[in-house]
């Protein structure tokens, strides 16, 4: 595609439900990377793939937060038992090569955790 | 732990006004210092600075690195309402996640 896709776009889920977000990047992007914006915070950085080595998760911010990469492809970031501090906007990028200047932004799914 | 931290949180300011960023960090092997313009949801990149004293330019826009101070500015000149938006600072450092760090970001508004 054109650009990062995501999806949903927004997801409303009820207090202790699973959620899978989706990140497509760029065609031939070898990085991808996950961000966390909470309400009136930067963004946090969670994790980021490259090509397929294994991702050094210590940026995940609890057990509950997992990321998946097939290859060179699609990401999912599943966080389970979600609570309602998760709330917030996060963000995929993806690179050709690990370059954080290089990077483009995905549209960002909003969850909301009631 | 790696700490950014960017100030003022929020500034308002008219069409043609020069503003000043400021952002400050505390790191362990510091590599690079980014800024980014955030308007909706998606950051988009501006500058990265990795060496002291060196202005990286675009048109209205620059920004400089002081390693000794542990900080850098980001300078917007003859502001225009088109430049409203979070600007944010991120530090790429060794270590941990090895990814970047980000501050709160600066909210500039540009009144006409």
């Known amino acids: 595609g054109a650009g990062v896709s995501q999806s949903p776009s927004n997801k409303v889920t009820e207090k202790g439900k699973d959620v899978e977000l989706r990140c497509d990047p760029i065609?031939?992007?070898?990085?991808l990377y996950w961000y966390r914006q909470r309400l009136g915070q930067g963004l946090e950085f969670l994790i980021y793939?490259?090509?397929?080595?294994?991702?050094?998760k210590s940026g995940l911010p609890s057990d509950r937060f997992s990321a998946e990469r097939t290859g060179e492809s699609v990401s999912t970031l599943t966080i389970q038992r979600t609570q309602q501090e998760d709330s917030a906007v996060y963000l995929c990028?993806?690179?050709?090569?690990?370059?954080?200047?290089?990077?483009?932004f995905g549209p960002g799914t909003r969850l909301t955790v009631t | 732990e790696d700490k950014v931290v960017q100030s003022p949180l929020s500034l308002v300011v008219h069409e043609g006004d020069t503003v000043t960023l400021n952002c400050s960090y505390e790191?362990?092997?510091?590599?690079?210092l980014l800024w980014y313009k955030q308007e909706k949801k998606a950051p988009t990149f501006l500058f990265m600075l990795t060496s002291s004293g060196i202005e990286k330019k675009s048109g209205r826009l620059s920004s400089i690195l002081d390693k000794k101070e542990l900080s850098s500015i980001l300078n917007i000149t003859a502001t225009q309402t088109g430049d409203s938006a979070i600007y944010l600072c991120?530090?790429?450092?060794?270590?941990?996640?090895?990814?970047?760090?980000f501050g709160k970001g600066t909210h500039l508004i540009i009144q006409p």
């Open positions: 790191v362990t092997n510091f590599r690079s």
């Open positions: 991120a530090v790429e450092a060794g270590g941990g996640a090895d990814g970047l760090t």
């Open positions: 065609s031939g992007h070898t990085a």
């Open positions: 990028a993806s690179s050709l090569i690990v370059s954080f200047y290089e990077q483009y």
């Open positions: 793939f490259q090509g397929n080595s294994a991702p050094d």
